[in-house]
């Protein structure tokens, strides 16, 4: 890896400005980007979540009933709320990405941007509807 | 020739890319459901008995530890790189590894022996 | 014509000054004016000791890049009109030291530019005699966009992680990388990838895109950068699963 230039007699002195902490909130897209970024702590938070959930569905009735019970307090619907929709965010950007990281050939011929993001929110759709179903189908 | 260096980072970043798909694929509407329509009454939950024979079917169990593996995979990265270039505290990198992927493996643990003791 | 606009002006005299100041301009607001003939307008009219590089006039040579109010731009092509009634706040390049007034120093950037190998690489030359490498205008649009740069260095001004960390060997040098990766007539991106794997290489970007949304060539650095991660991790997932496998 190359090495920052060193001073040379004919560049007696230079000036670097020091890089604010703050720097990801001075423009618009690096706003975007760190709530993005930030994103991530919301998908550790369903992770534990959820597993609370499995947790009380394997002891049992009582325990489910409990977990069940324990989501309704307005702490707990906030914390799901702002998840989803950091989540969701996350999904957005994630998808409108994925073209430009994918470039995809059938029989020689490149597959366009715009298809490849619609068909990752097609998967979307699906998945959706799919988990949906199969919880909803125990609805009581 | 140049010497390869050994690195874990592509390795970590495909885990962190599986994450975010999975992510952005099945958060939303577990989120949706259990989070918000249920508590908030706009949905009756399914029976216990019901959400046993999903979450303990063979299939599911190995689905729940994979996944929840990735997802902290992916949380682990992205954090990582957050409090890198967010907060410009790369100095303290033994630390934040330490954290980041230490949460993975006591997560990761968690979600196999929760999925294992399943009835 | 009598539409006048203030430009401040960042100055550096490193002989009588430890940081830049600024010192503002008045100059004709036409509408057929960019900042850079407002600049020209200065040296020749006003103060001939304003230094700051330019040369084609026409977004080809890359060589006007400063930050005026706060984007980095190509001063060649950036309307005064459009930031009237002003003033303008023109500024050095980000990310890089100054040299003087708005000139910067860019032998860091020249470097990483040369280390990335950015010319055909065969495993073996063919003679002469046997004539030219051929391509098909598919395998050439396979790269065309990635080979558009003019080495402005925008994005490296807007890059936050090559701010933070100099090391990174930044979004054009990535981009530039891959427009040889996927030229059908080179086979040097093992080698490209043994120096571009290392962290400083791709694995420091975190997809902030701001490189993409700044160059004024829409070479999509960022785009570019992703799409050699995946190759990259995907060739070294290979590597790890086959290690006897040649690659």
């Known amino acids: 890896m190359s090495e920052r230039p060193t001073y040379t007699p004919f560049h007696p002195r230079w000036y670097r400005p020091p890089v604010s902490t703050w720097w990801w909130l001075k423009r618009p897209s690096s706003r975007a980007f760190i709530l993005r970024e930030l994103s991530s702590i919301f998908v550790a938070w369903f992770v534990v979540f959820f597993l609370l959930l499995v947790a009380a569905v394997g002891r049992g009735e009582a325990a489910y009933q409990e977990f069940l019970r324990w989501a309704t307090n307005p702490g ?31 029989r020689g011929k490149r597959v366009p941007g715009k298809l490849i993001a619609a068909s990752n929110y097609g998967a979307w759709v699906v998945t959706s509807i799919l988990v949906a179903w199969i919880i909803l189908a125990g609805s009581r | 020739m140049v010497k390869r260096t050994l690195t874990l980072e592509p390795l970590l970043w495909l885990l962190f890319s599986a ?25 009756s939950p399914p029976s216990h008995a019901h959400m046993l024979a999903v979450l303990g079917h063979p299939l599911s169990r190995v689905t729940i530890f994979v996944s929840c593996t990735l997802l902290l995979f992916h949380w682990a990265h992205r954090f990582r790189y957050t409090l890198y270039d967010g907060l410009q505290i790369k100095h303290l990198n033994e630390l934040i590894v330490l954290l980041c992927y230490g949460g993975v493996l006591v997560g990761s643990i968690a979600a196999g022996y929760l999925v294992w003791q399943l009835p | ?44 009219q006003l103060d001939g000791t304003l230094s700051f590089r330019w040369s084609c006039r026409m977004g080809i040579c890359g060589s006007c890049g400063m930050t005026v109010n706060g984007e980095p731009k190509l001063t060649c092509e950036t309307f005064l009109t459009d930031y009237a009634p002003g003033p303008v706040r023109i500024e050095p390049l980000q990310n890089f030291p100054v040299i003087r007034d708005l000139i910067v120093e860019m032998t860091d950037f020249m470097q990483k530019l040369t280390t990335i190998k950015p010319w055909i690489v065969r495993d073996e030359e063919r003679p002469l005699a046997e004539g030219e490498y051929r391509q098909t205008p598919d395998e050439m649009s396979e790269y065309m966009q990635y080979s558009m740069c003019i080495n402005c260095m925008l994005c490296y001004a807007a890059c936050p992680v090559y701010s933070l960390d100099p090391k990174f060997i930044g979004p054009a040098a990535i981009a530039l990388a891959q427009r040889y990766n996927l030229d059908s007539r080179d086979e040097g991106s093992g080698e490209r990838l043994d120096i571009l794997s290392q962290h400083e290489g791709i694995w420091a970007c975190t997809f902030v895109g701001e490189c993409t949304e700044v160059c004024p060539k829409d070479v999509d650095p960022a785009g570019a950068i992703q799409r050699y991660k995946l190759d990259a991790a995907l060739t070294s997932l290979k590597s790890f699963l086959l290690p006897w496998g040649a690659r």
């Open chain 1, 76 to 106: 707990s619907v906030l914390i799901n709320l702002v998840s989803l929709l950091f989540v969701v965010f996350h999904a957005v950007t994630w998808f409108n990405l994925a073209p430009r990281a994918m470039v995809v050939h059938i």
């Open chain 2, 19 to 43: 994450g975010g798909v999975v992510a952005a694929l099945v958060i939303p509407v577990l989120l949706l459901l259990f989070g918000l329509a249920f508590p908030l009454g706009w949905l």
């Open chain 3, 1 to 44: 014509m009598d539409d006048r606009i203030t430009l401040r002006l960042a100055r550096y005299r490193p002989e009588e000054e430890a940081e830049p100041t600024f010192e503002e301009y008045e100059v004709p607001c036409r509408k057929d004016w960019v900042v850079l003939d407002g600049l020209n307008y200065i040296k020749d």
